[in-house]
T-cell receptor
Framework: AQSVTQLGSHVSVSEGALVLLRCNYS??????LFWYVQYPNQGLQLLLK??????LVKGINGFEAEFKKSETSFHLTKPSAHMSDAAEYFC????????????FGGGTRVLVKP | DGGITQSPKYLFRKEGQNVTLSCEQN?????MYWYRQDPGQGLRLIYY???????QKGDIAEGYSVSREKKESFPLTVTSAQKNPTAFYLC???????????FGQGTRLTVV
């Protein structure tokens, strides 16, 4: 079975500082990996995804993530936090053999301090 | 505009009642999913359907039921057997050529 672990349920960063959200996964097959963002009382929006090819993936709003197979990690970063980055972030792995159903991590809530 | 529409946005249920959450998509996607979200637990899969008239249980299907009579629609019924139904419910869909899921805006269900 696939699983996703996000280290840290809450992260606090200062505006302009680096944002680093950690995600580790387990999968018996080459994984498809995703980061989603959720604003209060809304659905999830895709930030970026890794399927095949380049291991450094760039997404929307200045975020990027690097797939490291040896570490089974897919950490999300943004060089300079903005107040609008305050949200909850979810890492997910896709089970391609089962209709692309997603397994999610527990989420990390980001607080941005002015 | 193509997308997924969930209704209602807020729903209140009395104990012992069944309630149905609506999910409609006009993306022509084959697969649809229902997730439950509780604080600190991420999203957990309730049911999913890969084609019309077929669906499978997810990780937490007990107390829920679904139907898939049309490609566009995947309603979720929260039955009285679900002992702790208060949560945020999210519907999603995927297409064969795309790996990512598209989500609706969610329904917040509260038991009163």
């Amino acid at each position: 079975a696939q699983s996703v672990t996000q280290l840290g349920s809450h992260v606090s960063v200062s505006e302009g500082a680096l944002v680093l959200l950690r995600c580790n996964y387990s999968s018996s097959v080459p994984p498809y990996l995703f980061w989603y963002v959720q604003y209060p009382n809304q659905g999830l929006q895709l930030l970026l995804k890794y399927t095949t090819g380049a291991t450094l993936v760039k997404g929307i709003n200045g975020f990027e993530a690097e797939f490291k197979k040896s570490e089974t990690s897919f950490h999300l970063t943004k060089p300079s936090a903005h107040m609008s980055d305050a949200a909850e972030y979810f890492c997910a792995v896709s089970d391609v053999a089962a209709g692309n159903k997603l397994t999610f991590g527990g989420g990390t809530r980001v607080l941005v301090k002015p | 505009d193509g997308g997924i529409t969930q209704s209602p946005k807020y729903l209140f249920r009395k104990e012992g009642q069944n309630v149905t959450l609506s999910c409609e998509q006009n993306l022509n996607h084959d697969a649809m999913y229902w997730y439950r979200q509780d604080p600190g637990q991420g999203l957990r899969l309730i049911y999913y359907s890969q084609i019309v008239n077929d669906f499978q249980k997810g990780d937490i299907a007990e107390g829920y039921s679904v139907s898939r009579e049309k490609k566009e629609s995947f309603p979720l019924t929260v039955t009285s057997a679900q002992k702790n139904p208060t949560a945020f419910y999210l519907c999603a869909s995927t297409a064969p050529l795309y790996t990512e899921a598209f989500f609706g805006q969610g329904t917040r269900l509260t038991v009163v």
